[in-house]
């Protein structure tokens, strides 16, 4: 049977994902990518790699996430494709019956609108990253709570305390004079998961049309505090899909099996012992001083990245650095 | 002699650059805002001013550091803080110890005398009419002639076979404008770059349509929008903005000057939705999105300038006009970020979107959300 894989770096985490033809997930890994996407992108293909013993015939490969360029050079990529369609994809293939996608991952949230099937309208937070998993993960550990069990204090609470929402310092500093004066744990957190929803309606997703079913994913969908806040706010259900953490890889992955991949670019799962390298070095082209990025295989240059103006692009010509 | 210098408004600083020649002064070009003259604008300039305030004013910095002594800005009307930006950046260069004149050209139809005085000061040699007949005549030219060579880019790149194409070609009409010394150059140019685009190796689709509108210097200034024009120009878009300098100049001053409100057409059509002037650019953004749509494009992307109001006003009534004409809304924030797969995700995202809907609108089935597989 052939197979399909779909990637998804983002800031926070690298996950990727293993689709037989009819869409059903065979395995999903997820990795935390610590700053380091070419090492994480291997290390998830090494682990799939060992879990399969060579069973999947993987037929094409699809890449997203803000680290989508590279995991398409690393793997081999047939698509690139942007993690908003992406997502998109993957809510209407798990759920038909989607309006309304809420997507919260480690930098960055989003909303998608869908209409009879069709994405009409979306949203992406720009200034803020209040909300997102990385300020979460932040509290828990100034809390000393491990981040899987923030949801469940947040359910504790039977009177939470408002928290300031607007921007991450703002709650910071909310929090912790809140804490100093004496209130419950539980109460706080429950207090920021609604002040974390608040700022997401208000800012993510001012002026949309929120209709159910709403789903509700990305690696914060884990976390039972926040939809519980986010029921609470819209006053319906919301809906947590199975594999919420990886959507993006699910999206990726059915895109690489809709576009008709003949001859796939995959470099195997072998690409996990590939040397990859990258270095920079800055264009004295003019007086942007671009840092001009190789990725290396073995040494060599495969792709180059990072010039604003494009003088970079062609490889062969440039074989320097 | 004066050593003039003045703000960077993409291929027209060349134009400027002629005309200032022409009336008898010395001119210090200004460079294309870089990184760096970011760092300078953002270093000086009060932390809350606008993107387009601080590229300004950096590009003013490293004017003067290459020797200008004047400065020549067009102020404006207000309410917008642009109108008194020039007031603002030449009080923050003298306390900086820069030591220059400041000349502002005002509107024509509020501030003639005013228009005049100034225009003497930049006139340092003497000429006939016949002399100011032909400089404007050519400046006129010039100034159409590199719209001309933009607007068409925009539309042959979504079409071009071999990517890179047209911005090659664009920057070989705008090198060959710039070596324009007469009017007859320019008419012979015009036909060669007529024949440049027409060499280009085309595909036969109709490309998804999006018109940009927004606030005039992050629209029309490339290095300030993250060469979003490019963007979608690689992505298959044509995309089409709703200023260029040639037109703006000439409804700015030139109706101005007769009385005859600007951009008429725009103003009527934001009417309905947009009753009082807010400064800046915010209602032609609406009356624009109206004329975009009206004429079947797909989608319209609004650029701002972080804290920009007149922006902020009409963003927040654009999402309204275009759900009522059917069309696709982006709006997209400019500041200081320079890295731009953000906006490259969304702008990828927004041509997915309006592709799906095409196809709907035509009725073909869409296959899940996947628009153009």
Not at chain 1, 49 to 67: E, F, H, Q
Not at chain 1, 126 to 132: E, F, K, L, Q, S
Not at chain 1, 236 to 261: C, F, I
Not at chain 2, 262 to 290: Q, T, W
Request: proline share 3%; charged share 25%; aromatic share 8%.
């Amino acid at each position: 049977m052939a197979h399909y894989l779909g990637i998804d770096v983002g800031s926070v985490s690298t996950n990727l994902i293993i689709l037989d033809e009819n869409g059903d997930v065979e395995d999903a890994v997820y990795i935390r990518t610590q700053g380091q996407p070419i090492k994480a992108v291997q290390e998830g293909l090494r682990l799939l790699n060992s879990r399969s013993n060579g069973k999947w015939d993987i037929r094409g490969v699809g890449t997203t996430g803000s680290g989508r360029q590279l995991a398409a050079v690393i793997a081999g990529a047939d698509i690139v494709k942007n993690e908003i369609t992406a997502h998109a994809i993957a809510a209407q293939k798990e759920v038909p019956d989607v309006r309304t996608v809420i997507e919260i991952g480690g930098q960055d949230s989003k909303i998608i609108i869908l209409r009879d099937g069709v994405v009409t309208d979306f949203a992406m937070n720009t200034v803020c990253a209040a909300g997102t998993g990385s300020f979460l993960d932040q509290q828990a550990n100034r809390l000393g709570i491990p981040i899987e069990e923030f949801g469940a204090y947040a359910l504790r609470s039977k009177n939470p305390v408002r928290i300031a929402g607007r921007c991450a310092v703002f709650a910071e500093s909310d929090m912790i004079h809140k804490q100093q004066l004496g209130y419950k744990i539980e109460d706080i957190i429950r207090g920021l998961c609604q002040a974390l929803v608040r700022n997401y309606l208000n800012n993510v997703g001012k002026g949309k049309e929120i209709l159910p079913r709403v789903v509700f994913q990305g690696g914060v969908a884990a976390n039972i505090g926040m939809k519980a806040a986010f029921e609470e706010a819209l006053g319906m259900e919301v809906y947590v899909p199975k594999y919420h953490h990886v959507m993006g890889a699910l999206g990726a992955a059915l895109l690489a099996r809709d576009a008709g991949v003949k001859n796939t670019k995959f470099r195997g799962f072998q690409a996990s012992d590939i040397e990859f390298t990258a270095d920079s070095f800055e264009c004295q082209g003019c007086s942007n001083h671009c840092e001009v990025v190789n990725i290396k295989m073995e040494g060599k240059v495969i792709a180059r990245w990072g010039d604003r103006c494009n003088r970079w692009k062609t490889i062969e010509d440039f074989d320097v650095a | 002699m004066r050593k003039v210098s003045f703000p960077y408004v993409g291929n027209a600083t060349i134009t400027f650059q002629k005309l200032m020649k022409a009336l008898g002064n010395d001119v210090v070009l200004p460079k294309r805002p870089t990184e760096e003259t970011l760092s300078l604008g953002t270093k000086y300039a009060p932390e809350f001013a606008c993107l387009p305030f601080k590229i300004v004013l950096g590009t003013y910095i490293e004017a003067l550091e290459a020797g200008a002594d004047t400065l020549v800005s067009t102020g404006g009307v207000g309410p917008c803080r642009a109108g008194l930006y020039t007031t603002l950046h030449e009080k923050i260069l003298k306390s900086l110890g820069y030591e220059f004149e400041m000349i502002t050209l005002e509107p024509p139809g509020r501030h003639l005398r005013d228009l005049v005085a100034s225009i003497k000061k930049l006139v340092n040699r003497k000429l006939s009419i016949a002399d100011y007949f032909r400089l404007g005549r050519f400046v006129w030219k010039e100034l159409q002639l590199l719209d001309k060579a933009e607007k068409l880019s925009h539309k042959i790149r979504p079409l071009e076979v071999k990517k890179g194409e047209t911005t090659r070609t664009y920057k070989k009409c705008a090198e060959l404008i710039a070596k324009a010394q007469n009017y007859r150059d320019l008419v012979e140019i015009e036909r060669e770059i007529e024949l440049l685009y027409e060499k280009i190796e085309k595909k036969d689709v109709d490309p998804i349509k999006i018109g940009i509108v927004g606030e005039i210097y992050v629209v029309i200034e490339p290095a300030a929008n993250l060469e979003i024009e490019e963007m979608l120009g690689d992505l298959g878009v044509y995309a089409e903005r709703s200023m260029f300098l040639a037109s703006y100049t000439f409804y700015n001053a030139v109706m101005d000057l007769f009385r005859m409100p600007g951009e008429r057409d725009v103003k009527k059509l934001a009417a309905p939705y947009f009753k009082e002037m807010c400064g800046g650019h915010g209602r032609e953004s609406v009356g624009n999105a109206i004329l975009f749509a009206k004429r079947g494009f797909d989608g319209v992307i609004q650029l701002s300038p972080f804290t920009c109001i007149p922006e902020i006003v009409a963003k927040s009534i654009l999402p309204k006009v275009c759900a009522e004409y059917d069309i696709g809304f982006l709006p997209v924030t400019l500041d200081e970020q320079t890295g731009k797969e953000g906006l490259r995700t969304r702008v990828e995202a927004f041509v997915d979107l309006l592709a799906a809907k095409r196809k709907k609108r035509k009725g073909d089935v869409v296959y899940g959300t996947l628009p153009g597989y």
